[in-house]
C-alpha cells in the first residue's frame, strides 16, 4: 500500500503549502504558541513521525508567539538551545500585566522573567529573525479597571521625574519600560520589521534605540476602546500626549525605513480632530527614505501634505484607511452650501488632493483609499447628482468627512457633508488631479 512518506518531496511540500493555508489564512497576523499543545494540521503531521518534524520544522517554528511568563520564556530559550531557532523568521512577543500597582518591595507579578529579558535582549539567537512584535495585552483589563490604568488628575504633562517614578510603581509602565530596555540591549539582530501594538499610551523615559536605526519596516497601532462609561481613550490626555510624541519614542530614529504604517482606532482616531485632537508628528525630515506609508483611523492634518510633499521623489504608495477630513462645519462653525466651492483655508479633501498634487509627487504609483466610498444621505440631490454621473460615464467618489463628539469622543461620520462634497464635485476634481499624476508616473515606470 502507497503511504505518504512515498510521495516525493516535491508532492509534499505542495501538500505542506495547502496545510498551511487552512491552518493559517493570514499568516501576517501572528504565529504559534509553542508552549501549547497545538492542535493545527502541521502541527499534527509533524507528530507522526521524525521524518515529517525534520520536514515541517522550518513551517512549525517559522512564526512563534511569546509571553512574559518564566514558561513561554523557557521553552524559547529551549528553542535556541535545540538548534530549531534558525527556522524562526517572526518573533511575537504579548506582554500582559495586572492593574495593579507594586508591592512594598517595587515588585510586580507581571515583571519581565529573566528568560524572557533574555530573549529580547539577545534576538541574534535567532539568525533568521526579520520580524518582531511586540503586542501590548488590554483585553484581559475590565473596563473600569482599563479606564482607572490611563486617567490622569489634570491636564499638565508628567515631569520626567514623575515619568520615572511612574515606571517604577505602575504595573504597565514598568513592563513598558522593561520591554524596550531590554530590546534596546540588542546590538546584532536582523530584524527589518517592527510592529508596536496596543501600547499602553503613557509617557515613557525610554526613546528610540540602536535597534531601531536598522528596522526597514514600523508599524504602531494604538490600542483604544470604551472604557465601560462611555468614554473613548481619545478622551484621555494620556493617549493624545503619547501620540504627539511619537516622534521622540520612534520616529527620530527609524533613519532607514522605507515601510510606515501608523494606525489609530475607532475609539481613539488620531490627527486633526478639533475636538480631542491627538496630532501626529510627522516631518518633513522624518524617514528620508520612505516608500510606502499607510495611515488608518486618521484625520488628515495640514503638516501631513507637508511631510508627504517632502517625500515628493522617494514616495511611492500611500494608503488611506478609514481616514477622514474634519467636517467644514466642525473645523470653522460656519456653514457652506453645496453650489458653491469651501474657501482654501477650510480644510477638504480637494486642498489636500490639489495640494500633494501640485506638490510634484514623481515617484507617487499607488493612492489607495477605503472604504470606496463614503456613507451618503441619499437624498433626492444627491442621487440625481450620481444618477447624472454615470449616464455621463463619470465617476463621482465621496470622500469621507467626520467629527469627534465634545463629550465621549465618539466618531461620527457627516453623511450631510459626504452628500454636499458630492454635489460640490471639488473633492473628485482634485482626486482626478491626483491621479493624472499618478497614471503619468506609471507610464513613466514601465
Known amino acids: 500500500m502507497l503511504q505518504i512518506t512515498d510521495l516525493s518531496q516535491e508532492v ?11 491552518d493559517d489564512p493570514e499568516p501576517s497576523k501572528g504565529g504559534k ?39 513561554s520564556g523557557d521553552t524559547l530559550q529551549f528553542l535556541v538551545g535545540s538548534g530549531q531557532s534558525a527556522n524562526v523568521k517572526a518573533l511575537h512577543f504579548k506582554a500582559s500585566a ?16 529573566s528568560s524572557v529579558h533574555g530573549i529580547l535582549s539577545n534576538l541574534a539567537s535567532f ?9 501590548f495585552d488590554f483585553e484581559q483589563i475590565q473596563d473600569r479597571d482599563f479606564g482607572d490604568l490611563i486617567q490622569e488628575e489634570d491636564d499638565d504633562r508628567e515631569t520626567e521625574e514623575q515619568i520615572i517614578e511612574a515606571e517604577r510603581k505602575q504595573s504597565w509602565r514598568a513592563l513598558q519600560k522593561q520591554i524596550f530596555d531590554a530590546i534596546s540591549k540588542e546590538k546584532s539582530s536582523h530584524i527589518r520589521h517592527l510592529v508596536v501594538k496596543t ?11 540602536e535597534q531601531m536605526n536598522k528596522v526597514q519596516s514600523f508599524s504602531f497601532e494604538v490600542y483604544a476602546r470604551d472604557e465601560g462609561a462611555g468614554w473613548c481613550t481619545n478622551t484621555f490626555c494620556c493617549f493624545r500626549h503619547y501620540i504627539a510624541n511619537l516622534d521622540r519614542y520612534y520616529l527620530d530614529a527609524l533613519s532607514n525605513v522605507t515601510r510606515l504604517t501608523i494606525s489609530g482606532h475607532a475609539d481613539g482616531p488620531i ?39 517632502a517625500h515628493a521623489s522617494n514616495l511611492e504608495r500611500l494608503t488611506l484607511n478609514h481616514c477622514f477630513m474634519i467636517s467644514p462645519a466642525g473645523a ?66 465621496a470622500f469621507a468627512y ?14 450631510e457633508e459626504n452628500s454636499k462634497a458630492v454635489r460640490r464635485g471639488h473633492d473628485m476634481r482634485g482626486w482626478e488631479e491626483l491621479m493624472y499624476v499618478v497614471r503619468a508616473n506609471q507610464q513613466k515606470m514601465s
Open 199 to 209: 501600547c499602553p499610551l503613557k509617557a515613557t523615559s525610554l526613546f528610540g534605540s
Open 98 to 113: 495586572s492593574e495593579s500597582d507594586a508591592d512594598d518591595d517595587g515588585k510586580f507579578e507581571a515583571d519581565l522573567p
Open 332 to 397: 470653522t462653525g460656519d456653514d457652506w452650501d453645496d453650489n458653491e466651492p469651501l474657501p482654501d483655508d477650510v480644510p477638504s479633501w480637494y486642498r489636500f488632493f490639489h495640494t500633494y498634487a501640485s506638490s510634484g509627487p514623481s515617484a507617487l504609483r499607488h493612492v489607495i483609499i477605503t472604504p470606496e466610498n463614503a456613507t451618503l444621505e441619499h437624498d433626492d440631490d444627491t442621487e440625481q447628482v450620481l444618477k447624472t454621473c454615470r449616464e455621463q460615464g463619470s465617476a463621482r467618489r
Open 33 to 71: 504558541e509553542i508552549a501549547d499543545d497545538s492542535s493545527d494540521a502541521i502541527s499534527k503531521l509533524s507528530r507522526t513521525s521524525t521524518y515529517f518534524y525534520k520536514l515541517l520544522s522550518p513551517y512549525l517554528f517559522q512564526r512563534i508567539v511569546m509571553r512574559n511568563t518564566q514558561k
Open 271 to 309: 490627527g486633526f480632530t478639533d475636538m480631542y485632537e491627538a496630532l501626529v508628528p510627522l516631518r518633513p525630515d522624518h524617514l528620508p527614505n520612505l516608500r510606502e506609508l499607510k495611515m488608518a483611523w486618521y484625520f488628515i492634518q495640514d503638516s501631513f501634505v507637508d511631510f508627504l510633499s
Open 402 to 415: 467626520a467629527e469627534i463628539d465634545d463629550k465621549y469622543g465618539m466618531l461620527f461620520e457627516n453623511e
Open 127 to 135: 539568525p533568521n529573525l526579520q520580524s518582531l512584535i511586540v503586542d
Open 12 to 22: 509534499l511540500l505542495q501538500i505542506i503549502e495547502c496545510l498551511l493555508e487552512v
